[in-house]
């Protein structure tokens, strides 16, 4: 079946400016995630939903971040006023929301900016 | 707060085993551990996860030593589609995955 999808698959933009990443998760998958990949690191958790339950913001850097799910579907990761510093891959991922399921990611959102 | 510990690089010869040891000496009794691999420019992806049994499925095998402290992903016949950043990740319930560094594996012809 389809995998996680993420949209775009590349944005450049300007300092100063919003962006809106898409997630699409596996479908019957309750539970999303959102981490950011800075070049040559590791994962960087940002937030985490769960069915309706108030997601986990613990890792959003700042309040220029946001994201937003409605219901099991779609979710949104939203930076505002970019920053060089934002520059980075953000990656989705879902799982069907079992204590023990994996996580399976997206190929994520390759952010650049200028 | 780094839960385990891979060394930083690995080489494989083409078609041998590859074996990537993990330790992760402070895991608690109901802590899973989880295998991801990430290629370059793509997203991590899942392998395999265990809690203290041998595991076993079409990618790969883990092995946990009896008391839990390391593991062992082991790749039986690597291809050159293995290369890889492979991470180990110790995981106590469904909130985020702390990915460390990984181990980078190079498989060799």
């Known amino acids: 079946g389809a995998g996680v999808s993420q949209s775009p698959s590349n944005k450049v933009t300007e300092k100063g400016k919003d962006v809106e990443l898409r997630c699409d998760p596996i479908s019957g998958h309750t539970a999303l995630y959102w981490y950011r990949q800075r070049l040559g690191q590791g994962l960087e958790f940002l937030i985490y939903f769960q069915g309706n339950s108030a997601p986990d913001k613990s890792g959003l850097p700042s309040d220029r971040f946001s994201a937003e799910r409605t219901g099991e579907s779609v979710s949104t990761l939203t930076i505002q006023r970019t920053q060089q510093e934002d520059s980075a891959v953000y990656l989705c991922?879902?799982?069907?929301?079992?204590?023990?399921?994996?996580?399976?990611f997206g190929d994520g959102t390759r952010l650049s900016i200028l | 707060d780094a839960k385990t510990t891979q060394p930083t690089s690995m080489d494989c010869a083409e078609g041998r085993a590859a074996n990537l040891p993990c330790n992760h000496s402070t895991i608690s009794g109901n802590e899973y551990v989880y295998w991801y691999r990430q290629i370059h420019s793509q997203g991590p992806q899942y392998i395999i996860h265990?809690?203290?049994n041998n595991e076993t499925n079409e990618m790969a095998s883990l092995i946990i030593t009896e008391d839990r402290k390391s593991s062992t992903l082991i790749l039986p016949h690597a291809t050159l589609r293995d290369t890889a950043v492979y991470y180990c990740i110790v995981r106590l319930n469904n909130n985020d995955m702390r990915f460390g560094a990984g181990t980078r594996l190079t498989v060799k012809p």
């Open positions: 265990g809690l203290k």
């Open positions: 991922a879902s799982s069907s929301g079992g204590r023990v399921q994996p996580q399976h």
